[in-house]
Every structure is written in C-alpha cells, then in structure tokens.
C-alpha cells in the first residue's frame, strides 16, 4: 500500500503526505511522480481554474490499460486528465457517479441517512449491480 502524491505545490502535497502517513501508518506516503507502469489507480483531484497541474504533465498513455482512472472531486464534466485518460482507452470514473458516491460518504459522515435523489427514489451510486 503505496500513495504517491503528485502536485506542484511541494509543501501542501508534502503536508498531506505527513498527515496521510499519520492516519494510516501501514500506507508509504510520499510526494514525486510515480513510474506510470506501477500505478493501479490515479485520482485526479486538480482545482478547476488552477494552472495546469502535475497530472498533466502525466501522460495517461503511458499507465497500465488495467488503471482505473478517478475524478475525485467530482465535478460535473470532465477534467482534462480524465479526458486524456479516456481518449487513451483507460477506464475513468467522473461525474455523477461520483458525486452520488460522495454524498453517500458525506452522509454518512454527518450521520444522516441516505437521501433521495431529485426523484425521490434511492439508487446506488453505480448502479444496480
């Protein structure tokens, strides 16, 4: 369990490093670009607005065609990274997917329950399976 932390900002990604190696002591958290043929899953988690990021300069054809590729912030279209990554034939996950997954965890966090959707039906995040 490996987590390396790609960001041009080197203090923030070197603070949440520490404060990721600090709630999970048995993960190596670290700050750099990884080798893009060791990773399993890349979580582009760039501000929409910023500058390019670090991610960008990660040329997605160059990871595994079984890494999974993740939108973590959630935002309504894609970003450029999870763009490239789909055009590069990789499996993403952006969108309402995520979103619904977020909330669900948000909920859970401030101890709700599970909230409708604007329907008012409950669904999975990802489907029915």
């Known amino acids: 369990a490996t987590l390396t932390i790609a ?3 080197i ?3 070197t603070e949440l490093a ?3 190696q600090a709630a999970f002591p ?3 958290a ?3 670009v990884p080798d893009a043929r060791a990773i399993d899953i890349v979580i582009d988690a760039a501000v929409a607005g910023e500058p390019e990021n670090a991610l960008l300069a990660f040329d997605p054809a160059r990871l595994r ?3 999974l590729v993740i939108d973590g912030l959630a935002r309504p ?3 450029p990274f999870i763009e490239r990554s ?3 034939g990789l499996t993403t996950l952006a969108g309402e997917p995520v979103q619904a997954s977020l909330m669900n965890l948000y909920e859970e966090f401030f101890g709700f329950g599970r909230l409708p959707y604007k329907d008012a039906t409950i669904r999975h995040p990802i489907g029915d399976a």
């Open 7 to 9: 960001d041009p900002r």
């Open 65 to 67: 065609p079984e890494a």
């Open 11 to 13: 203090g923030a990604a």
């Open 30 to 32: 670290s700050v750099g």
């Open 26 to 28: 048995r993960v190596s």
């Open 77 to 79: 279209r894609m970003s």
């Open 86 to 88: 789909a055009e590069a």
């Open 18 to 20: 520490g404060r990721v």
